[in-house]
């Protein structure tokens, strides 16, 4: 559970600091990761309610 919770602050805070940064490099880059984030975190989710 641990891993689930500390996805869901990092998605959360990536997304934040995407909308609040002008650099359109930095931008994309929070959003691959938040990204990357939602996908592990939905695998993990499925993998808990298996």
Same mark, same amino acid.
């Given at each position: ?7 869901? $602050?990092? /998605?959360?805070?990536a997304e934040r600091l995407a909308k609040?940064? +002008?650099?359109?490099? %930095?931008? $994309?880059? /929070?959003?691959?990761f938040a990204a990357e984030c939602r996908?592990? +975190?939905?695998?993990? %989710? ?5």
């Amino acid at each position: 559970m641990a891993r689930i919770e500390f996805l869901k $602050e990092q /998605l959360a805070r990536a997304e934040r600091l995407a909308k609040t940064i +002008l650099d359109q490099h %930095t931008v $994309e880059r /929070l959003q691959a990761f938040a990204a990357e984030c939602r996908e592990e +975190l939905q695998t993990l %989710t499925r993998r808990a309610a298996a």
